[in-house]
């Protein structure tokens, strides 16, 4: 019985193996013709499949399959050729990606870092600024400055409508940033509120000839106001030429930045001319069997040597 129940599996086993002959159709036919490639070392290792670097596995294998269906490989060793030439033009895309990479890298923070330069050189201005010079001078030079000194001039403003007066610790920041030589806005700004106090109105009768009268502290407080609003007016338009060159600059220089710098240009470069020498002489192979296979007239290849004298 176990003899018999062997031979009964065995032909059993015969007629369903004919049953199933494969795919039938052309297009079955395609399909299954690359299984044996499926699995390719090259294809396994070239996408990056974890990371935040990934990438996509569908669109390798569809450039892939669109390279076999173009070229119309046959056998393993053109169907590799295929392959290899399908790595290469993935990694080519990566050089593009890096290039941007690159560009981006020093475009997408540039004015970011251009503000907090300019930020830093006005608070080193301010810092560093003696009582009778003042760094208004230096200020002007940025729109962050204009918008600090625009900053003071409406904070004594306040200071005037609420207190009458400009306080000491405010006093202090007038002379540091305006300066306090005569003539300056500083100090005509500085001697106007002194003017207003009582010491001030004491010291000028003292001092005037003929009786005359000093200025009272609400006309010492208009003055100081109308000091305020034209230096306010002065700023505000010479905020808008800074605005308009420093805009410019900021364009110019960001269109220097279009292009990576020297030494990762030069990377670039050379990593995309190795891959694209490995890609063309892919498919110079790849054409040399095909020719081959079809029976064609198929030259010897060109191998050049370069031989330099020293």
């Not at 625009?150 to 403003?157: A, D, S, T």
């Not at 009768?205 to 609003?229: F, G, T, W």
């Not at 110019?252 to 190795?274: F, H, N, T, V």
């Amino acid at each position: 019985m176990g003899g018999k129940a062997s031979l009964a599996k065995v032909r059993a086993n015969r007629r369903n193996a004919q049953l199933s002959t494969g795919p039938k159709t052309v297009s079955g036919k395609g399909v299954v013709k690359w299984n044996a490639m499926r699995h390719g070392l090259l294809s396994k290792e070239v996408v990056i499949r974890a990371g935040d670097g990934k990438e996509s596995a569908s669109e390798f294998q569809n450039l892939l399959r669109a390279l076999r269906n173009d070229l119309q490989p046959e056998g393993v060793l053109e169907e590799m050729l295929v392959e290899k030439i399908a790595v290469c033009y993935w990694r080519l895309r990566r050089v593009v990606r890096c290039e941007t990479g690159e560009i981006r890298g020093s475009l997408d923070t540039h004015i970011f870092d251009a503000l907090i330069r300019r930020a830093e050189t006005v608070c080193n201005a301010v810092q560093s600024s003696s009582c009778v010079e003042g760094c208004e001078r230096q200020l002007l030079m940025s729109t962050a400055g204009i918008q600090r000194l625009l900053g003071i001039v409406g904070e004594l403003r306040q200071h005037i409508k609420r207190l009458g007066e400009i306080p000491e610790s405010a006093r202090n920041e007038v002379m540091r940033v305006f300066g306090g030589k005569e003539n300056q806005f500083g100090h005509d700004l500085l001697f106007f509120t002194w003017l207003a106090t009582d010491e001030g109105q004491k010291a000028t009768r003292e001092d005037c000839e003929n009786d005359e009268e000093p200025p009272s502290p609400d006309r010492c407080r208009k003055v100081i106001l109308k000091l305020l609003a034209d230096k306010e007016r002065f700023l505000k338009d010479a905020l808008e030429v800074i605005q308009e060159r420093q805009d410019l600059r900021t364009e110019s220089e960001m269109a220097g930045l279009s292009l990576p710098d020297a030494g990762a240009a030069d990377r670039i470069l050379r990593y995309e001319a190795a891959i694209e020498r490995q890609m063309y002489r892919a498919m110079d192979q790849l054409e040399r069997l095909q020719r081959q296979r079809r029976g064609e007239f198929t030259p010897p290849p060109v191998n050049l040597q370069v031989l330099t004298l020293e």
